[in-house]
């Protein structure tokens, strides 16, 4: 299969940072560096048309290292066209600079994923937990948080 | 000196009109909104990280939980996921491909139906309320028909349906979507040209085609504002491609576009649905997947094979390759996303969804702030939000 459109002109444009191309089932997920993330955010929506931040959110892959990846689900409106974005985090370091600046709709999906995961935005304008109460302890999305919740018998149904 | 202070009210999350439990917290100059600050979260039941225990087929209960004005179309964005996940989306049988279609436009009629009952209720028309959930329960019974249930009803599989559909539903579902065009000139009849549902909503709720997309609006909200897709006719599914059907957008912007456009809609469903039932043959319900499809029942009492087969996917499941994929459909209110990771296991090691009501919500602060509070109502309505999957 051939390459997406967008990953050449993405290695043009930040070859440093492009970790990982990948294709899966027809869809095309590129990794980059956190640290590029905005600009590179930037460039997509400015540049190639990615208009449209689909769904934003973070993924904890205990036991390996980094630890989280923050997953972009992008689309572009006029091309009718998907593209996946990953940047990996790391569990001593779990932030990541915001990108509500490029589509505002990342405002409640960062707040949602800093709630359930626990990667915190640089620079989020109203970092607060969205679904959880503003005392709760813990990020229940992340592995090590037991299904049942905190201080209860574990889970005594089938883990398939 | 007289000093003029705003005043901060509480709405919700025990307020009729919110549509759930949604707490709106407002700051308010006399009528007017200053400011909108909604919370939500009042309905997690941690659907996503439930779904990290399950095999693939027991999530599938799990999605009719989310919207539950529109279960099949919950059901449909996630066995699409999984069927491309297992890469089996072209092993689909037609007939399974048509039905899903049919139930999915049903689901979004039903879906509208009780977006207008609300909607009408709150801005002060009652009868439309009771008209629309007269017909509403027409598909309901369907529905029960079909799957055994009136709104959870957890019928499709990954592969196919769990069930053929039961005999005389073709026509019957023919005779109901034969009479509901006439029932939605009723309700043109009793708001469209009426001065007070005018009033209320013209003019109301107004956002950009640029603000809407960049706060994430999908589905009616975001046609109304003059932005034409549709994910049925753009990125097409379970053979959406075979069907004409025209999408409806408005450039207006406001409540009275969205309502309109959403009437459309339900018209449109149901040339959807005339087509679909035309072009629906006989033939398998179920992928020839015998690793992921349960057998037919008497496989499985009179051979070996089938009898293992069943036993290994009701007990253990079946498993993916690792990978991770995204689907998006467009169901009633807007995109719905599932995105599905899986590590080579029998149950998904992330799910993602992403729930249009969410994000839909996240444009109500702008939509409303300097608005009167009269229209916060309006634009929650017209917004057409569900709680059961903005909390998930």
Known sequence: MSEHAAVGKLKEQFAGAILEVAEFRGETTVTVQK??????????????????????????????????MVVYNLYNIAAKDRLRIKVPVAENDARVDTVSGVWATANWHERECWDLMGISFNNHPDLRRILLPADWVGHPLRKDYPLQGPDRAPYQGRLS | MATTETMTINMGPQHPSTHGVLQLILELD??????????????????EKLSEYRTYHQVIPLTDRLDYLAPMSNNLGYVLAVEKLLGITELIPERAKRVRVIMAELTRIKSHLVWLATHALDIGAMTVFL??????????????????????????????????????????????????????????????????????????????????IDIGLSGPALRGSGVDWDLRRDNPYSGYEDYEFVVPTSTEG???????????????????????????????????????????????????????????????????????????????????????????????????????????????????????????????????????????
């Open chain 2, 254 to 392: 406001d409540t009275f576009a969205r309502y309109k456009l959403r009437l459309d809609e339900i018209r449109e469903a149901c040339k959807i649905i005339n087509q679909a039932l035309d072009k629906l043959q006989a033939g398998p319900i179920l992928a020839d997947a015998p690793k992921i499809c349960l057998p037919p029942k008497k496989d499985v009492v009179n051979t070996i094979e089938g009898l293992i087969h069943h036993f290994k996917i009701v007990s253990e499941g079946f498993k993916t390759e690792p990978g991770e994929v995204y689907q998006g459909v467009e169901a009633p209110k807007g995109e719905l996303g599932y995105y599905l990771i899986s590590d080579g296991g029998n149950h998904p090691y992330r799910m993602k969804i992403r729930p249009p009501s969410f994000v839909n919500l996240q444009a109500l602060p702008q939509m409303v702030e300097g608005a009167l509070i009269a229209d916060v109502i309006a634009t929650i309505g017209t917004l057409d939000i569900v709680l059961g999957e903005i909390d998930r």
């Open chain 1, 35 to 68: 640290e590029e993330i905005v600009a590179i955010a930037s460039f997509l929506k400015q540049e190639l048309g990615y208009n449209f931040l689909c769904d934003l959110c973070g993924v904890d892959y205990l036991g390996s290292s980094p630890r989280f």
């Open chain 2, 131 to 212: 008209y629309c959930f007269r017909e509403r329960e027409a598909i309901i019974d369907i529905y029960e028909k079909i799957s055994g249930a009136r709104m959870t009803s957890n019928y499709f599989r990954v592969g196919g349906l769990s069930a053929d559909l039961p005999a005389g539903m073709e026509q019957e579902i023919r005779s109901f979507v034969a009479t509901m065009p006439g029932h939605v000139d009723t309700y043109e009849g009793l708001l469209t040209g009426n001065k007070i549902w005018q009033k209320r909503t013209i003019g109301v709720g107004r956002i950009s085609a640029e603000d809407a």
């Open chain 2, 30 to 47: 006399g009528e007017v909104v200053k400011k909108a600050t909604p919370h939500i979260g009042f309905l997690h039941r941690g659907v």
